[in-house]
């Protein structure tokens, strides 16, 4: 599918959140005559990885009154849900403190998509790859992105939105485990919850919301054995509590925001309101309007100084559970059948009897096994671009068109999201948006902050190409 018009084209590399929405704000606010290829391979288009659960019980992390996928339009998802016949029986009163189920989502980003396609004036096109780009070159003033089966596409502008890449393998004294057959190194795939012995026990590493996603979808399975969660710091992960705005620490914070006054500050508020018997992490949520700024301030090594010794308890602190699932996992820990262990994984080895785990556990620096039937890799996504194995990014770097930032985070970029090549020169031809951008930006992965950078790129793009 060469693309030989002579109007200005777009492509789009990924149909999750970004990408779709992206495309969205192109179709409406497009004046001029303008191509869009979106490309996509590997999960349902418009919805992505995050929001084409195979699970009703896995919900958004994000009350539905903040979950609009228009930055300027606050109310559109909880417009869109009262409209929909097939969730009338939502309690409305109730709607806006909600975290809906992220499939619902999903079916409100594929509506969205629909409705942008059909409303679209008749001087945009959209296209569509269903095929994984393999490689883009920059010739005759163009990108030529390139594909392992279709024709190449030839654009303007090329966007790359990903998203997040498979979790890394922990390192093993011997690797060969992770070609078992019972080893499932993505999370996010239904098969790794599906056919499955429902008595023999399953190893989870991580201790995150995608371990909990698991859990859960052990259970719909009617999982009876026991399950384990391994990480090297095992913290609990923390609800989603009702607490009032609190504006006194996002009032008293400052600029210069220096790495250990961010730091006194926060505490100290923490304590303040532990004192007054509040949750501490509304200091948390509190910050958010800043973080991004905050954290764009900081030199290389106060982030690399809050990556060692902040970063997991912040996790912990800024991604909680929905009250009713946390519940559920806390009974769990009670009835036996979920242990979390703070500990690292000294090596996996099978056979006929099972998969056999040793690992060294935190408190007693002593070595343990187990033995279970499964293991799954929740340990978050790969970040560094240097170790993915994705023949795209490969090819990029090996071209000297993309590197990644400076804390191994993303993609090097500028905040609009323009790539910066090797030389830190920037791209006229390539742009990021959405998790790529965490090492610039650090909070980049919520649709909060997503939607934002899916209205301002696609206007970017817009005014670039003439409009």
């Known amino acids: 599918m060469s693309t030989n018009s002579r109007n200005p084209t777009i ?64 109310d559109h998802l909880l417009d869109w849900i009262k409209k929909h016949e097939n969730y009338r029986v939502i309690d409305q009163t109730a709607l806006p403190g909600m975290y809906l189920p992220r499939n619902i989502y999903g079916f409100y980003l594929k509506d969205l998509f629909e409705t942008a396609i059909r409303k679209k004036p008749d001087h945009v096109t959209i296209s569509f790859v269903h095929d994984e780009a393999i490689d883009i070159e920059e010739k005759d003033g163009k990108a ?21 890449q498979a979790p890394d393998n922990p390192p093993l004294k011997d690797n060969s485990f992770y070609s078992s057959r019972n080893y499932y190194g993505n999370p996010w795939l239904h098969e790794a919850v599906n056919h499955l012995d429902p008595d023999k026990e399953v190893l989870i590493l991580g201790n995150g919301l995608t371990m909990v996603d698991i859990v859960l979808g052990l259970k719909e399975k009617k999982h009876r054995g026991k399950i384990y969660s391994l990480s090297p710091n095992g913290f609990q992960i923390l609800p989603h509590r009702e607490f009032q705005p609190y504006p006194d620490l996002i009032n008293e914070l400052k600029p210069p925001y220096d790495l250990p006054k961010v730091v006194s500050l ?5 304590k303040k ?17 800043l973080t991004q700024k905050v954290w764009q301030s900081w030199s290389k090594q106060e982030k690399e100084r809050f990556m060692y010794h902040i970063r997991h308890m ?61 293991v799954i890799n929740c340990t978050g996504p790969l970040p560094d671009i240097n170790k993915l194995e994705r023949p795209l990014i490969k090819n990029l770097i090996s071209r000297n068109l993309i590197h990644a930032d400076e804390m191994k985070l993303g993609i090097d970029a500028n905040a609009d999201g323009t790539i910066l090549n090797q030389e830190r020169k920037p791209s006229k031809h390539l742009f990021t948006i959405g998790s790529t951008l965490r090492g610039l930006l650090w909070e980049s992965t919520a649709v909060p902050e997503l939607r934002v950078q899916a209205k301002s790129l696609s206007e970017k793009l817009l005014k670039d190409m003439g409009e």
Not at 148 to 160: C, E, F, N
Not at 316 to 338: G, S, T
């Open 266 to 270: 926060f505490r100290a508020h923490v």
């Open 314 to 374: 912040w996790g912990v602190a800024r991604h909680r559970l929905p009250m009713d699932i946390h519940k559920m996992i806390q009974q769990l820990i009670l009835d036996d059948k979920l242990e979390i262990i703070a500990g690292r994984v000294q090596n996996i080895l099978e056979n006929e009897n099972g998969i056999r785990v040793t690992f060294k556990r935190r408190r007693d620096q002593e070595i343990y096994e187990i033995v279970v039937g499964r």
């Open 144 to 164: 030529h992105i390139y594909f392992s089966v279709s024709p190449d596409v030839i654009a303007d502008k090329v966007v790359l939105a990903i998203g997040n």
């Open 11 to 74: 492509a789009i590399i990924g149909g999750g959140f970004c990408g779709n929405m992206l495309a969205v704000h192109l179709l409406g606010n497009a004046k001029k005559p303008l191509n869009i290829v979106l490309i996509n391979a590997g999960y349902p288009l418009s919805k992505g990885v995050a929001y084409s659960s195979y699970s009703h019980k896995h919900l958004l992390n994000v009350k539905a009154k903040n979950m609009s996928a228009f930055p300027d339009k606050p």
């Open 273 to 289: 309101l532990r004192d007054q018997g509040l949750a501490g992490e509304a200091a948390v949520d509190s910050i958010r309007p």
